[in-house]
């Protein structure tokens, strides 16, 4: 079979007609159709295709052990979320997942049900507590709930580390018996991905913000438990309907509410008023 | 707009829908709603996208300044070949166009008409005679043509700097004033294209072969004429009918018939017996 217009995509198709494994012939065999179909579809042009070439150079050129422009790039495009939705598709009134984004670097440090991740102090600060179940409604006794967040200006610890212990505004809490936990912090702030780089300036070139929508990771563990890695959104946050990741979905908004009582303060050793965030988890057995 | 799996594509193109450049806006759209398409139709697994970026990660940091392996990448899935190939619907008779490949490197010398480009000396010697004519059949006198070839090894002058002279298989002839041009050569090799980085792992894991059919590029410029990049491909060469790279045309491919005719050789500066082989070429005036 020779190359033409008309079966272009049938012609590359068919060169990989031979893949030993099933599941790449099928996957490299979508990738050829849908990308042949974007060319035709655009009617790309050798300098466009230049541009494209020199964008995806560009992108590989940035990757480096501590940034990964693809996965930036597979994010802005919402890829990354549609592979993290269909992978954990909610069912049954499971807790919905998210991405994990590309702050999940450092191991976050254990600590200790009430403790707070925040070792510095600046922030508006809030509880924020939760109960693991499985489907049935029972506790997940023990659960491993991992926690990591930007401070009140946007920023993880890893972003200035000149200035900020590493560890800050994490931490990994153990649930008690009957599947709590709780611990204080401060409120995060929505905050920019990376734009310094060619991601940057697509975003820049569309017209598109690069902000995520106020959140706390949160990843949960447990022997026989799907692993659940989601966030807990901020509610009245900026950029909740135009997150630059299309990480939110409706059903992880909370609202951190305002609390004034000194007492219930007091018990937690948080200064009055304070916030309040609850965030029930539901997860699957498996 | 917030995502789910259903309108996900629609999401993400409404959020480039503020792209002030038409064209960017229209391009990225496409992109966004097939490359999501392309995941939903394989139902890609976060481990397979995973695998997908280390790969393009790996193509990116292969990249430098002797070597362009998104190219050949994009050269491997017949999307280069698809790209000039609209760019140059050939119709009407005209000469069809095909890649330019990646070893046009080095400006080829300039050659007197019935030159040999072979420094070397091995190799089957063969005589390239031709004309250029337009859509009228009339003569495009002192047209510019550019060729290059792989040797009989299989091996451009750029891949074996420490042996072979810079320029070695290479040569710009200016037809006469009747648009014809003529010179010698050896009959170049069917070859592998670089397989030593990810675009190579990928034709071993789908077990495709690296080959290039054999053949000349040649390249025809002249004033108030359309640029013309293709190959001369010599007929009987292996992997006509499977080039890695898709650049095989039916009307590019030529005889380079055997000639035993010592007059005709010893007028060439031939030895006897040689082969031959003519390019009718027809360009477009623009
Ligand atoms: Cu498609
Ligand atoms: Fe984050
Ligand atoms: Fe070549």
Chains 1, 2 share one sequence.
Not at 67 to 72: H, K, N, T, V, Y
Not at 240 to 258: C, Q, T, W
Request: hydrophobic residues 40%; aromatic residues 8%.
């Amino acid at each position: 079979m020779m190359f033409d217009e008309q079966g272009s995509a049938d012609v590359v198709a068919a060169s990989f007609g031979g893949t030993p494994d099933a599941r790449l012939r099928e996957i490299i065999t979508a990738l050829v159709r849908h990308a042949h179909a974007v060319v035709k579809e655009v009617g790309l042009t050798p300098e466009e295709w230049a541009a494209g070439i020199r964008f995806l150079t560009e992108t590989g050129l940035a990757c480096d052990a501590t940034r990964q422009e693809f996965i930036l790039l597979s994010d802005v495009l919402g890829v990354s979320m549609l592979v993290e939705t269909l992978a954990n598709r909610a069912v049954g009134g499971l807790t919905e997942s998210t991405v994990e984004g590309p702050f999940h670097l450092v191991t976050s440090p254990e600590r200790a049900l009430g403790d707070t991740i925040d070792e510095v102090g600046a922030g508006e600060p809030c509880l924020v507590t939760g109960r693991v179940v499985d489907a049935a409604g029972a506790p997940v006794a023990g659960a491993s709930i991992d926690v990591w967040q930007a401070d009140a200006d946007g920023f993880y610890d890893v972003q200035r580390p000149a200035e900020v212990p590493s560890g800050n505004l994490r931490g990994r809490f153990t649930a008690d018996g009957d599947g709590r936990f709780w611990f204080r912090s401060i409120v995060p702030r929505y905050y920019p991905i990376p734009t310094d780089g060619p991601v940057g300036r697509l975003l820049a070139a569309t017209a598109r913000h690069p902000y995520r929508a106020a959140h706390i990771h949160v990843e949960v563990t447990a022997p026989g438990v799907r692993r659940l890695t989601t966030h807990l959104f901020v509610e009245g946050s900026p950029y909740l309907d135009s997150d630059a990741v299309f990480g939110v979905k409706e059903s992880l908004i909370r609202p951190f509410a305002p609390v004034d009582d000194p007492a219930l303060a007091a018990r937690h050793g948080l200064p009055n008023p304070f916030r309040h965030a609850d965030f029930a988890i539901t997860v699957r057995r498996s």
